[in-house]
């Protein structure tokens, strides 16, 4: 059973939903990014979302972009980000992590290195934003000899027949993205995105975490009561840019917002 697997079975045990944040790798500098994580653990988050960085983020607004060019700064490498997993590992064992990016850095690699890379550094899933189920037959194949969870996104627009192929090649969980458009943006309608979460739930039985749009307590609470993860990044990323002058404040700013973010996805009612 995989990390995340068993996070999520854990929780369901206990009636919590699982808290997922998401922040760059590098950003705003290299130094920040690990124990940022920990900090992130302690606040109340269950898996850890860690993006790597890339220079034409096509998913992402404004906020992710910009840290993804704060980090690329630094020149941070792919190989860069799973040494901070590996770091992370020598002290956190359990809490599952989850790389996110496109696929390029990943093709220049090969999904062979990548996979096993990822693998001993301590990884648990994979998200390519940029590749589709149909296309990914080597890369899925790739991450499967290593046990890594493949995580695919799902849009309010998907039809039936692409939630099956999305869900019948995905492991972990399978991430529903809850608004048209890039990350960080508005207009979260929840009821819209319970509808959405019924269709998917008749196609397979993983887990299913929410994510774009959602941004404070309230909109976590309410994503909390139809979903069984919450995933929550721009938000994050913006305390993050709040503070790059000051980065020894990013750890409680990030944190803060965990805290709050975890008290109301664990008093919502279902």
């Known amino acids: 059973m995989s990390r995340i697997t068993a996070c999520f079975e854990k929780?369901?045990?206990?009636?919590r939903k699982v808290l997922i944040p998401?922040?760059?790798?590098?950003?705003?500098?290299?130094?920040?990014?690990?124990?940022?994580?920990?900090?992130?653990v302690r606040a109340g988050a269950d898996i850890i979302e860690l993006g790597v960085p890339f220079s034409d983020?096509?998913?992402?607004?404004?906020?992710?972009?910009?840290?993804?060019?704060?980090?690329?700064?630094?020149?941070?490498?792919?190989?860069?980000?799973?040494d901070m997993v590996q770091r992370f590992r020598l002290t956190d064992k359990a809490t599952p992590v989850i790389l996110?990016?496109?696929?390029?850095?990943?093709?220049?690699?090969?999904?062979?290195?990548?996979?096993?890379?990822?693998?001993?550094?301590?990884?648990?899933?994979?998200?390519?934003?940029?590749l589709p189920p149909e296309e990914g037959h080597d890369f899925l194949a790739a991450l499967n000899e290593q046990l890594l969870d493949p995580i695919f996104l799902i849009a309010p627009t998907s039809t039936e027949e692409r939630i099956k192929l999305i869900t019948d090649n995905a492991s972990g969980?399978?991430?529903?993205?809850?608004?048209?458009?890039v990350t960080g943006a508005s207009d979260l309608d929840v009821d819209d995105?319970?509808?959405?979460?019924?269709?998917?739930?008749?196609?397979?039985?993983l887990p299913?975490?929410?994510?774009?749009?959602?941004?404070?307590?309230?909109?976590?609470?309410?994503?909390?009561?139809?979903?069984?993860?919450?995933?929550?990044?721009?938000?994050?990323?913006?305390?993050v840019a709040?503070?790059?002058?000051?980065?020894?404040?990013?750890?409680d700013a990030v944190t803060g917002l965990l805290g709050v973010l975890r008290h109301a996805i664990d008093t919502a009612e279902d």
């Not at 998401?22 to 992130?40: I, K, N, Q, R, S």
């Not at 709040?242 to 750890?251: G, L, M, V, Y």
């Open 173 to 181: 969980f399978v991430y529903y993205v809850a608004i048209k458009g």
């Open 242 to 251: 709040e503070h790059i002058d000051a980065p020894e404040k990013i750890n």
């Open 11 to 15: 929780l369901k045990k206990s009636g």
């Open 193 to 205: 995105v319970a509808a959405h979460l019924e269709k998917i739930r008749k196609q397979t039985d």
């Open 57 to 82: 983020p096509m998913a992402d607004g404004p906020v992710i972009q910009a840290a993804s060019e704060r980090a690329l700064s630094y020149q941070i490498s792919l190989r860069d980000v799973m």
């Open 100 to 130: 996110m990016g496109y696929l390029n850095p990943i093709e220049v690699m090969g999904y062979d290195t990548f996979a096993r890379s990822a693998a001993q550094a301590g990884v648990d899933g994979v998200l390519t934003v940029d």
């Open 208 to 239: 299913i975490g929410v994510g774009f749009g959602i941004k404070d307590a309230d909109s976590a609470a309410r994503v909390a009561q139809v979903a069984d993860a919450v995933v929550v990044g721009s938000a994050i990323v913006k305390r």
């Open 22 to 40: 998401y922040v760059t790798a590098g950003d705003p500098t290299p130094a920040v990014t690990l124990p940022l994580m920990h900090e992130m």
